[in-house]
């Protein structure tokens, strides 16, 4: 498995977030936590062919952060296109496919996503 180079690094992805994977800042404000990015295979939309609403029906208490996928290869990742659904990709580490992402990995991509909707407790 290799890193797809047909998506530019500028492109911004979502991810959902549940609710389990807020933290909060000491304002109170919520923040991702490394958490929502340790997997063997991170699930990932394109900005670019899905909207914020499409990725959430169906989600209700899911919240949505956006990355780069150059912030998400930074981390040591690679990027592979895996339709359907449309604008699905998936996050692997680079150095071992398949193999869980590792902690330094998922804390450089929560300190690079933005939240863009907080999630929810149900």
Known sequence: MTDD???PDAL???RRIQPIY???DINGDPVVSDGAFRTSALSVFRSDRVTEHEIL???PTDG???ISVQAIRAAGCIVVVDEPPSGHL???RAD???KRISGTSAAKMARAAQ???AARKP
């Open 57 to 59: 029906q169906g989600y």
């Open 96 to 98: 071992n496919p398949g």
């Open 12 to 14: 911004i992805v979502y």
């Open 115 to 117: 939240l863009i909707k």
């Open 22 to 24: 807020l933290d909060y």
């Open 90 to 92: 998936v996050v692997y």
């Open 5 to 7: 180079p047909s998506i």
């Open 64 to 66: 949505l952060a956006a």
